[in-house]
């Protein structure tokens, strides 16, 4: 929808598509680690895991955090 509230589409390729299904993924909950393919998603796996990404009390809320020192 356009900032009136109409409906259009748009048809894109190339780079442009890539960025519009990466976005609309964002809407639906969908993140980059989940589309890749299970070697790689392994590999990202053990990352996450040996920094301890993901833990409670380890998030960052940007435009609330203040990551300043």
Do not use: T
């Not at 109409?6 to 780079?15: C, D, F, K, M, R």
């Not at 053990?46 to 993901?54: C, F, K, R, S």
């Amino acid at each position: 929808m356009d900032l009136a509230g109409a409906s259009y589409e748009l048809e894109v390729e190339g780079w442009m598509a890539r960025i519009f299904q990466h976005e609309f993924d964002h809407l639906n909950g969908i993140l980059y680690a989940d589309r890749l393919q299970p070697n790689f998603r392994n590999e990202l796996q053990l990352v996450i895991d040996e920094e301890g990404w993901g833990l409670p009390g380890i998030s960052w809320l940007p435009g609330v955090d203040d990551l300043e020192p």
